[in-house]
């Protein structure tokens, strides 16, 4: 009877796990082939909360794991964990953009700041390549994809506006020398 019941214990502690793993495998796949790596480092509640809101207005993914359970989460996304065993020690926070991989960057960058030292961030994957710490700061310091896109369209609309600003002048001298005529047959006939 003992032996059933332990048997039974084991098989409810390894579906729990199973799921995590889906979950991660999930969240690594919607990144389109990028996430950056963090360590928390004694966040409060609050603070983790925070964190948590922050991330699902940028749509940014944070899910928190275990490293055993991340590695096996990887190669399901199919990414190699080797290159990253360095970056898998402690435990480990797991941040993805579903749009860009800019946004995560300046998410976590600007906590970290924010809530000095409760937050470290180990390194990250990029297209194919492992990111430091140190390049994942300088990723959150270029523009995102909404600020692109707003410069691009900004530069777009330029010389339309250009455009419209000088065919508006056009007309106004027209309309001035018109004026300036009228004025000047008045003063003839006033006279």
């Not at 991340?70 to 190669?75: D, E, P, V």
């Not at 600020?147 to 309309?175: C, D, F, H, I, R």
């Amino acid at each position: 009877m003992a032996k059933l019941g332990r048997e039974a214990t084991k098989r409810r502690g390894m579906a729990p796990k199973v799921a995590q793993v889906e979950q991660m495998t999930a969240v690594l796949k919607s990144g389109q082939g990028w996430f950056i790596l963090a360590r928390n480092k004694g966040l409060t509640y609050g603070q983790a909360t925070d964190l948590r809101a922050k991330a699902r207005a940028a749509k940014v993914k944070i899910k928190v794991s275990k490293n055993t359970l991340l590695r096996i989460a990887l190669t399901n996304a199919g990414f190699d964990p080797a290159p990253l065993k360095g970056l898998l020690k402690l435990e480990t926070l797991v941040a993805v953009g579903t749009e860009d991989p800019v946004t995560p960057a300046k998410l976590l960058v600007d906590f970290m700041k924010a809530n000095e030292g409760k937050l470290e961030i180990k390194g990250g994957f990029l297209d194919g390549k492992v990111l430091s710490a140190d390049e994942i700061r300088n990723l959150a310091t270029l523009p995102g994809r909404d600020e692109l896109l707003a410069k691009m369209l900004g530069s777009m609309m330029a010389p339309v506006q250009n455009l419209v600003y000088a065919l508006n002048q056009t007309v106004s001298k027209v309309v001035y020398v018109v004026d300036a005529r009228r004025r000047q047959l008045e003063e003839r006939n006033a006279a």
